[in-house]
């Protein structure tokens, strides 16, 4: 990767991340927001896990291979963190497919550090500055004055159901920022260090496995199947929401192994703030202007993150580690 090193590189990653999960969500949102001839909407959402998980995996594998394989990587933990990761991917999901807008749901992803911190206070007694608690509190006062304030397109809202599985998904990646320390540690105790596409393939192949379990147990294999296949219109939308996961994830792996984990997270995370903004112009999404108060509030306390406190940049690496699974 010499000939990418330097500013060229960087930007060339920046673009890759911004252009493959910018899109992304957009395909995400297409996917829930279709609606059949008959009226009907797709729900399946443990299939799309499935789907993207599957193309995730299929990518990492072929990085693992040109990049060289880690042996006596602790899977039992790898096999958790996918289990936890899936499980908050497809909750947010499930908000989208019962009623929750895509900028309330990428809003209140964005304050996944609220039950990070939660946990750690708890359980591990650690204190944390008033600064990074005005930040999250900055991004969970926004999301509420979006959702309060938004201008729903008629048949559209933000259903409570909706609420509850955003809110089960950020409860699940506050654990899985416990499995992935559970992780580094015993990989440190092993005196082992996963490779990035390590990380990728491993993490995604137990994300897979889950999401099909799921998927079979509730039926959506053969409904989102059906579905797909009298809607063929969707399957472009199922499938560029797979590559671009994917795609992306591949480019946040370079960030990291060129740049460092700040670098990283100043990409991925003013990306969210333009996830939102792309799906306000492009979906439609009218607000008042309470809620364009509230996007800016979100958006201070999300680049609020990207400024080390006292000169450390560590309390990135538990987002980097998530994003780049990501991971969602």
Not at 55 to 73: D, E, H, K, P, S
């Amino acid at each position: 990767m010499g000939l990418l090193s330097g500013t060229p590189g960087l930007i060339i990653g920046a673009a890759g991340v911004y252009a493959a999960f910018l899109y992304y969500g957009n395909m995400q949102e297409d996917v829930f927001s279709f609606e059949s001839p008959k009226g009907t909407k797709f729900t399946q959402a443990w299939l799309l896990q499935a789907i993207e998980a599957l193309a995730n995996t299929v990518l990492g594998f072929i990085g693992m291979m040109v990049t060289g394989r880690t042996m006596g990587l602790p899977l039992d933990k790898f096999a958790l963190s996918g289990t936890t990761q899936v499980a908050a991917k497809a909750c947010t999901s499930l908000a989208l497919a019962n009623g929750l807008s895509f900028p309330v749901a990428t809003l209140a992803k964005s304050a996944k550090m609220a039950p990070v911190m939660l946990g750690s206070i708890l359980l591990g007694g650690k204190k944390y500055s008033l600064r990074s608690y005005l930040q999250v509190g900055a991004i969970i006062t926004a999301t509420v004055m979006v959702s309060m304030n938004k201008k729903s397109k008629p048949g559209q809202t933000s259903s409570t159901l909706g609420v509850v599985f955003i809110c089960s998904s950020l409860a699940l990646d506050g654990v899985t920022g416990g499995v992935q320390d559970a992780l580094k540690a015993k990989s440190k105790e092993l005196g082992i260090k996963a490779k990035p596409y390590d990380m990728m393939f491993w993490t995604n192949f137990f994300m897979m496995v889950v999401a099909v379990i799921a998927a079979f147990c509730l039926g959506e294999v053969a409904s989102g199947s059906a579905y797909i296949l009298e809607n063929p219109s969707i399957m472009p939308k199922v499938l560029a929401f797979g590559a671009c996961s994917a795609i992306g994830q591949s480019f946040i792996f370079f960030l990291v192994s060129e740049y460092g984990p700040l670098k990283n997270a100043t990409v991925t995370t003013t990306r969210k703030i333009f996830s939102v903004l792309l799906s306000i112009f492009l979906k439609g999404h009218a607000l008042a202007p309470m809620g364009w108060a509230g996007i800016s509030l979100g958006a201070l306390g999300i680049i609020g993150e990207l400024i080390p406190e006292g000169g450390k940049d560590e309390k990135h690496d538990p987002k980097d580690k998530k994003e780049g699974k990501k991971t969602k």
